[in-house]
Protein backbone atom coordinates (compact mmCIF):
# COMPACT_ATOMS: atom_id res chain seq x y z
CA UNK A 1 0.00 0.00 0.00
CA UNK A 2 1.85 3.38 -1.24
CA UNK A 3 -0.33 5.66 -0.33
CA UNK A 4 -0.49 8.72 -2.47
CA UNK A 5 2.41 9.11 -4.40
CA UNK A 6 4.07 11.88 -7.13
CA UNK A 7 6.03 12.16 -9.70
CA UNK A 8 8.36 14.03 -10.13
CA UNK A 9 9.87 14.67 -7.13
CA UNK A 10 12.03 17.97 -8.70
CA UNK A 11 11.50 19.83 -12.02
CA UNK A 12 13.12 23.00 -13.47
CA UNK A 13 11.12 24.34 -16.22
CA UNK A 14 12.18 28.19 -18.29
CA UNK A 15 9.56 30.33 -18.85
CA UNK A 16 6.53 29.70 -20.60
CA UNK A 17 7.46 25.97 -20.72
CA UNK A 18 4.81 23.45 -20.22
CA UNK A 19 4.71 20.25 -17.78
CA UNK A 20 2.33 17.77 -16.02
CA UNK A 21 2.44 16.51 -12.38
CA UNK A 22 1.10 13.03 -11.14
CA UNK A 23 -0.78 12.13 -8.36
CA UNK A 24 -2.02 8.26 -7.50
CA UNK A 25 -3.48 7.09 -4.78
CA UNK A 26 -4.54 3.26 -4.21
CA UNK A 27 -6.71 3.87 -1.24
CA UNK A 28 -9.77 4.05 -2.99
CA UNK A 29 -10.57 7.76 -2.04
CA UNK A 30 -13.29 9.30 -4.06
CA UNK A 31 -11.60 13.39 -2.82
CA UNK A 32 -8.13 14.44 -4.29
CA UNK A 33 -6.66 17.75 -3.59
CA UNK A 34 -3.48 20.03 -5.24
CA UNK A 35 -1.94 22.24 -3.22
CA UNK A 36 1.07 24.97 -3.60
CA UNK A 37 3.33 25.61 -0.55
CA UNK A 38 5.29 28.59 -0.50
CA UNK A 39 7.37 29.74 2.66
CA UNK A 40 5.32 31.63 5.54
CA UNK A 41 2.04 30.80 3.54
CA UNK A 42 0.76 27.28 4.36
CA UNK A 43 -0.81 25.40 1.66
CA UNK A 44 -2.85 27.22 -0.66
CA UNK A 45 -5.60 24.88 -2.78
CA UNK A 46 -5.27 25.15 -6.20
CA UNK A 47 -7.57 22.88 -7.79
CA UNK A 48 -9.80 19.80 -6.33
CA UNK A 49 -11.99 16.76 -7.73
CA UNK A 50 -14.68 14.85 -5.81
CA UNK A 51 -14.46 12.19 -7.93
CA UNK A 52 -13.38 10.77 -10.82
CA UNK A 53 -14.40 12.90 -13.80
CA UNK A 54 -15.28 15.71 -11.79
CA UNK A 55 -12.39 19.04 -11.19
CA UNK A 56 -13.37 22.55 -9.49
CA UNK A 57 -10.98 25.23 -8.90
CA UNK A 58 -9.67 26.21 -5.45
CA UNK A 59 -8.28 29.05 -4.18
CA UNK A 60 -5.41 29.61 -6.40
CA UNK A 61 -5.87 28.03 -9.69
CA UNK A 62 -4.96 30.25 -12.61
CA UNK A 63 -1.89 29.27 -14.63
CA UNK A 64 -2.74 25.24 -14.01
CA UNK A 65 -5.61 22.84 -15.23
CA UNK A 66 -6.29 19.49 -13.98
CA UNK A 67 -7.72 16.21 -14.82
CA UNK A 68 -9.21 13.44 -13.09
CA UNK A 69 -10.25 10.47 -15.99
CA UNK A 70 -9.14 7.54 -13.56
CA UNK A 71 -10.84 7.33 -9.75
CA UNK A 72 -6.92 6.70 -8.71
CA UNK A 73 -5.22 9.69 -10.59
CA UNK A 74 -4.88 13.42 -10.48
CA UNK A 75 -2.83 15.19 -12.83
CA UNK A 76 -1.80 18.99 -12.88
CA UNK A 77 -0.74 21.47 -15.85
CA UNK A 78 1.01 24.10 -16.03
CA UNK A 79 0.61 25.07 -19.99
CA UNK A 80 2.75 28.23 -19.92
CA UNK A 81 5.24 28.11 -16.87
CA UNK A 82 5.38 31.32 -15.06
CA UNK A 83 8.84 32.08 -12.10
CA UNK A 84 5.32 32.65 -9.92
CA UNK A 85 4.75 29.11 -9.87
CA UNK A 86 7.94 28.05 -8.55
CA UNK A 87 6.83 26.42 -5.45
CA UNK A 88 5.97 22.64 -3.81
CA UNK A 89 3.47 21.13 -4.85
CA UNK A 90 1.65 18.47 -2.89
CA UNK A 91 -1.16 16.24 -3.89
CA UNK A 92 -3.85 14.76 -0.97
CA UNK A 93 -6.45 12.40 -1.37
CA UNK A 94 -9.36 11.40 0.95
CA UNK A 95 -12.45 9.49 1.36
CA UNK A 96 -15.66 10.00 1.27
CA UNK A 97 -16.57 8.64 4.60
CA UNK A 98 -16.80 10.31 8.19
CA UNK A 99 -13.29 11.70 8.65
CA UNK A 100 -12.25 14.32 6.62
CA UNK A 101 -8.38 13.31 7.21
CA UNK A 102 -6.49 13.89 4.13
CA UNK A 103 -2.99 12.08 3.27
CA UNK A 104 -0.45 13.80 1.33
CA UNK A 105 1.90 13.20 -1.43
CA UNK A 106 5.53 13.44 -0.93
CA UNK A 107 5.38 16.96 -3.04
CA UNK A 108 7.07 17.90 -6.05
CA UNK A 109 9.43 20.46 -5.85
CA UNK A 110 9.25 22.62 -8.98
CA UNK A 111 11.55 25.89 -10.54
CA UNK A 112 10.46 27.91 -13.08
CA UNK A 113 13.74 30.01 -14.09
CA UNK B 1 -15.22 30.79 3.32
CA UNK B 2 -13.09 29.44 5.76
CA UNK B 3 -10.50 31.08 7.06
CA UNK B 4 -7.41 30.08 9.94
CA UNK B 5 -5.13 32.34 11.52
CA UNK B 6 -2.12 30.82 13.73
CA UNK B 7 0.28 32.14 15.88
CA UNK B 8 3.17 32.63 16.82
CA UNK B 9 5.00 32.04 13.27
CA UNK B 10 7.76 30.65 15.23
CA UNK B 11 8.76 29.59 18.35
CA UNK B 12 11.72 28.59 20.58
CA UNK B 13 11.72 26.44 23.79
CA UNK B 14 14.30 24.77 25.57
CA UNK B 15 14.46 20.98 25.91
CA UNK B 16 11.77 19.57 28.55
CA UNK B 17 9.87 22.70 28.01
CA UNK B 18 6.22 23.37 26.76
CA UNK B 19 4.97 24.78 23.51
CA UNK B 20 1.96 26.05 22.90
CA UNK B 21 0.32 26.96 19.19
CA UNK B 22 -3.35 28.61 18.76
CA UNK B 23 -5.69 28.68 16.16
CA UNK B 24 -8.58 30.77 15.50
CA UNK B 25 -11.72 29.59 12.77
CA UNK B 26 -14.06 32.22 11.03
CA UNK B 27 -16.99 29.18 10.13
CA UNK B 28 -19.04 27.81 13.06
CA UNK B 29 -20.00 25.10 11.18
CA UNK B 30 -16.64 23.72 10.78
CA UNK B 31 -16.26 20.54 12.83
CA UNK B 32 -13.39 18.86 12.38
CA UNK B 33 -9.58 20.40 13.35
CA UNK B 34 -6.61 18.05 12.68
CA UNK B 35 -2.78 19.34 13.22
CA UNK B 36 0.04 18.58 10.80
CA UNK B 37 3.66 18.19 11.47
CA UNK B 38 6.22 18.78 8.45
CA UNK B 39 9.62 18.36 9.22
CA UNK B 40 12.06 19.83 6.05
CA UNK B 41 11.39 18.46 2.77
CA UNK B 42 8.98 16.33 3.94
CA UNK B 43 5.12 15.92 3.52
CA UNK B 44 2.91 16.89 5.98
CA UNK B 45 2.13 14.17 8.69
CA UNK B 46 -0.98 14.26 10.35
CA UNK B 47 -0.37 14.41 14.48
CA UNK B 48 -3.60 14.73 16.50
CA UNK B 49 -7.02 15.72 15.41
CA UNK B 50 -10.19 16.96 17.32
CA UNK B 51 -14.16 16.61 16.22
CA UNK B 52 -16.33 19.48 17.37
CA UNK B 53 -17.95 17.52 19.62
CA UNK B 54 -15.15 16.99 22.17
CA UNK B 55 -12.88 19.50 24.20
CA UNK B 56 -10.18 17.49 24.52
CA UNK B 57 -7.81 14.72 23.37
CA UNK B 58 -4.34 13.66 24.30
CA UNK B 59 -2.02 11.65 22.69
CA UNK B 60 1.38 11.16 24.65
CA UNK B 61 2.74 14.02 25.07
CA UNK B 62 0.47 16.44 22.40
CA UNK B 63 -2.70 17.20 23.41
CA UNK B 64 -4.77 19.43 21.48
CA UNK B 65 -8.11 21.49 23.07
CA UNK B 66 -11.17 23.24 20.98
CA UNK B 67 -13.33 26.22 22.90
CA UNK B 68 -16.11 26.23 19.61
CA UNK B 69 -17.33 29.67 21.21
CA UNK B 70 -14.54 31.67 20.99
CA UNK B 71 -13.85 29.48 18.04
CA UNK B 72 -10.06 28.90 18.77
CA UNK B 73 -7.96 25.50 19.11
CA UNK B 74 -4.67 25.02 20.47
CA UNK B 75 -2.06 22.73 20.01
CA UNK B 76 -0.03 21.71 23.34
CA UNK B 77 3.33 19.88 23.58
CA UNK B 78 4.77 18.99 26.64
CA UNK B 79 8.49 17.96 27.30
CA UNK B 80 9.64 18.69 24.11
CA UNK B 81 12.23 17.21 22.58
CA UNK B 82 14.70 17.95 19.52
CA UNK B 83 12.99 15.52 17.15
CA UNK B 84 9.37 17.95 17.90
CA UNK B 85 11.88 20.73 15.70
CA UNK B 86 9.60 21.37 12.46
CA UNK B 87 6.26 23.51 10.79
CA UNK B 88 3.39 22.59 12.51
CA UNK B 89 0.05 23.47 10.29
CA UNK B 90 -3.68 23.75 11.89
CA UNK B 91 -6.52 23.22 9.84
CA UNK B 92 -10.34 23.32 9.96
CA UNK B 93 -12.87 21.71 7.33
CA UNK B 94 -15.21 23.33 5.04
CA UNK B 95 -18.60 21.85 5.67
CA UNK B 96 -19.26 22.04 1.67
CA UNK B 97 -19.10 19.14 -1.27
CA UNK B 98 -15.88 19.42 -1.80
CA UNK B 99 -14.72 18.72 1.81
CA UNK B 100 -11.82 20.58 1.75
CA UNK B 101 -9.14 21.85 4.67
CA UNK B 102 -8.06 25.27 5.18
CA UNK B 103 -5.05 25.75 6.60
CA UNK B 104 -2.90 27.77 8.79
CA UNK B 105 -0.01 29.67 8.37
CA UNK B 106 2.44 27.40 10.16
CA UNK B 107 3.89 27.86 12.92
CA UNK B 108 8.21 26.86 13.26
CA UNK B 109 8.97 25.44 16.26
CA UNK B 110 12.72 25.28 16.95
CA UNK B 111 13.58 22.73 20.74
CA UNK B 112 16.79 23.60 21.84
CA UNK B 113 19.09 20.88 22.95
Known amino acids: NAGVTQTPKFRVLKTGQSMTLLCAQD?????MYWYRQDPGMGLRLIHY???????AKGEVPDGYNVSRLKKQNFLLGLESAAPSQTSVYFCASSSSGGTYEQYFGPGTRLTVT | GENVEQHPSTLSVQEGDSAVIKCTYS??????FPWYKQELGKRPQLIIDIRSNVGEKKDQRIAVTLNKTAKHFSLHITETQPEDSAVYFCAANEITGRRALTFGSGTRLQVQP
Open chain 2, 27 to 32: DSASNY
Open chain 1, 49 to 55: SVGEGTT
Open chain 1, 27 to 31: MNHEY
